[in-house]
C-alpha cells in the first residue's frame, strides 16, 4: 500500500468514526484530523508528480523492503 492510499485509507477511517459520533467536539475533531490526512494524500501526489523517484521508494516501503544504509560498517 502506498502512502497516499494509506492516508486516504485513514481519511475514510475517521469520516466513518465521525458519522457514528454524536454532534460535538469529538466528532469535530475526527473531521479534522480526516482533513489532515486528506491533505497529506493531496501533498504527497503533488511531491510524487513532481518527484516520480519518490513513488520507487513508497513501494519498497510498503513491500517491508529494508532500504541500504550509505554508511560502511
Known sequence: MTKIS????HAL???ALAKQMPVGE????????????ESLANSRERLIRTN???EALD???SADVAIPSSKAH
Open 6 to 9: 494509506e492516508y486516504q485509507t
Open 13 to 15: 477511517e475517521c469520516r
Open 26 to 37: 469529538q466528532r469535530t475533531q475526527l473531521l479534522e484530523m480526516a482533513r489532515t490526512w
Open 52 to 54: 516520480p523517484e519518490l
Open 59 to 61: 513501494s519498497l516501503a
